[in-house]
């Protein structure tokens, strides 16, 4: 089990940039699964990204693909969002999410989770 803590929210104009981070305690950060999830209000949590062990497996979401880059480094037990060219349906509370046997687009499959960190993109 990792304790996860979101950071680097805010409040941005459609186009701009933000970079979200996530920090993890535990000595076995780089085994797991990482991933992001966000939920505005009044609707249903949605996948981001993911990210196993290494760059070469990475999954994105249709709606952020071109646009958002998930990463890691395991030296800082840290995973990152690089989020580019926002726009406002991209609005809404952004979680980090962590699993020691799953990867996947599926929330209820990760174990572990952050307190979650607000993005708002004005128009």
């Known amino acids: 089990q990792v304790q996860l803590v979101e950071s680097g929210g805010g409040l941005v104009q459609a186009g701009g940039s933000l970079r979200l981070s996530c920090a993890a305690s535990?000595?076995?950060?780089?085994?797991?699964?990482m991933a992001w999830f966000r939920q505005a209000p009044g609707k249903e949590r949605e996948f981001v990204a993911a990210?196993?062990?290494?760059?070469?497996?990475?999954m994105l979401g249709d709606s952020v693909k071109g646009r958002f880059t998930i990463s890691r480094d395991n030296a800082k037990n840290t995973v990152y969002l690089q989020m580019n060219n926002l726009k406002p349906e991209d609005t809404a509370v952004y979680y980090c999410a962590a699993s020691r046997t799953t990867y996947s687009r599926s929330d209820n499959r990760y174990e572990d989770w952050g307190q979650g960190t607000q993005v708002t993109v004005s128009s």
């Open positions: 990210m196993k062990v290494t760059v070469f497996n990475v």
């Open positions: 535990g000595r076995t950060f780089s085994t797991y699964t």
